[in-house]
């Protein structure tokens, strides 16, 4: 059995939150569909996910299933590329084409920081994708040309996680 949580449906489609070590049958043919149409920063998401699962506080996989088969994904983990500590990164988004135009892109960005927004101070991401693009900035994510290997940022108002962060806040 399969470590799976459910999250409901959205825009037709099963939402999960896929918890299992081992990927589902059928994230590859979605990633290959992914990279045959250029989008090619998708392909290492497999090696990547093996080495170390988004399973950490404030990380997750989220898929939108058809019939149990992944019609698109979402990544929020930690930012490998930032220097600055809890800073986190929504990376790995993809829509397949029998999905697009339903709000997909939404669904994952509100799930993304319902579940994980707290955790972190910082969320980062690339796009070249103006409508994304669009769609972040309405989430309050800024462009920003300093961030490293990052096009948009958002900071998070903090919820304070301990008793010590309590202390030394208030
Ligand atoms: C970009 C991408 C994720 C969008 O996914 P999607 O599920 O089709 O997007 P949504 O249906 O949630 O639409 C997002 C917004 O863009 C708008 N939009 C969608 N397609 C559009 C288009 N072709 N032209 C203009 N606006 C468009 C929607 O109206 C929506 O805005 P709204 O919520 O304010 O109404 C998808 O096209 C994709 O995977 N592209 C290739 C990979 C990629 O670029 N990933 C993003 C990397 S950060």
Redesign the pocket.
């Known amino acids: 059995m399969r470590d799976v949580e459910a999250l409901g449906t959205a825009?037709g489609f099963d939402l999960v939150r896929w918890r299992d070590p081992e990927l589902p049958e059928g994230l590859q043919v979605l990633i290959a569909e992914?990279v045959a149409?250029g989008?090619g920063w998708?392909a290492d998401f497999p090696q990547v996910w093996h080495a170390r699962p988004f399973l950490q506080a404030g990380e997750a996989l989220f898929l939108a299933r058809a019939s149990g088969r992944p019609v698109?994904m979402?990544v929020i983990s930690a930012d490998p590329y930032a220097v600055a500590p809890l800073t986190g990164r929504?990376?790995y988004?993809?829509?397949?084409a029998e999905?697009?135009?339903?709000?997909?892109?939404?669904?994952?960005v509100d799930a993304a920081l319902d579940r994980a927004g707290s955790h972190w101070h910082r969320l980062r991401?690339?796009?070249?994708?103006?409508?994304?693009?669009?769609?972040?900035e309405?989430y309050g994510f800024r462009p920003s040309a300093y961030e490293d290997r990052s096009t948009h940022f958002l900071d998070l108002p903090r919820i304070f996680a301990t008793e010590q962060e309590r202390s030394i806040n208030c």
Not at 93 to 96: E, F, K, N, S, T
């Open positions: 825009a992914a149409s989008v998708i698109a979402a929504l990376r988004i993809y829509v397949g999905a697009r135009s339903r709000g997909l892109l939404r669904v994952f991401l690339h796009t070249d994708n103006p409508v994304a693009a669009r769609l972040y309405s």
